[in-house]
């Protein structure tokens, strides 16, 4: 009924494993293994219960109490995030706009100082010296209010492109409240 094999179609049978090589144990864990073998049960469990207790705290500390905690610390800052986010793009549209707009034209020297004194009448700012000097002028004023000043000043800054780079307001003497002596050198930022 059977027929016979065909030696042909057999598998040849797998050599003999060769024994698997041991790796030698580093010396403190075999120290620490005879001596988990040599403890009575009863120790063995109170010291794997301590394990697990260590285990637990520290998992507590490392996992869960970060995550917890980092919940309502992110609650508080993303709304102050979004509105630093919200506040940056503005900023950045107002940096866009100022760079659209047309550079100020350079003066320096007697025309710098004739366009400022003719600004200061102008803004109705009377008894005002106004010197040249190497870098933008130097501004005397003896009675002036201080508000009047603060606007011409804001004024200049946008016309002209003055900054402040060295201001002395004092109260003047016999002036009405609010009216002080100045003395300014206004400089051209450095191209």
Not at 40 to 49: E, I, T, Y
Not at 69 to 97: F, G, H, M, V, Y
Not at 135 to 141: A, E, K, S
Request: with cysteine; charged share 25%.
């Amino acid at each position: 009924m059977n027929a016979p094999l065909d030696e042909a179609l057999l598998v040849p049978a797998a050599p003999a494993a060769a024994p698997r090589r041991r790796w030698p144990l580093p010396p403190a864990v075999t120290r620490g293994l005879h001596a988990w073998r040599a403890m009575p049960p009863r120790d063995r469990r109170a010291v794997s219960a301590c394990v697990a207790a260590i285990a637990v705290a520290c998992g507590w500390l490392v996992g869960w109490e970060p995550a917890a905690s980092a919940i309502p610390r992110l609650q508080r800052e993303i709304p102050r995030d979004r509105a630093q986010w919200l506040q940056l793009q503005s900023l950045a549209k107002q940096a866009q706009t100022l760079r659209a707009l047309p550079d100020i034209p350079r003066r320096a020297g007697a025309a710098l100082r004739d366009e400022v004194a003719r600004s200061l009448d102008a803004a109705g700012i009377t008894g005002t010296v106004v010197e040249a000097t190497d870098d933008g002028v130097r501004v005397r004023i003896d009675k002036v209010s201080f508000y009047t000043w603060m606007q011409w000043l804001a004024g200049a800054r946008q016309a002209f492109g003055l900054g402040v780079l060295d201001m002395e307001a004092k109260k003047a003497e016999g002036g009405e409240r609010g009216t002080v002596t100045v003395g300014a050198a206004l400089g051209l930022p450095v191209p």
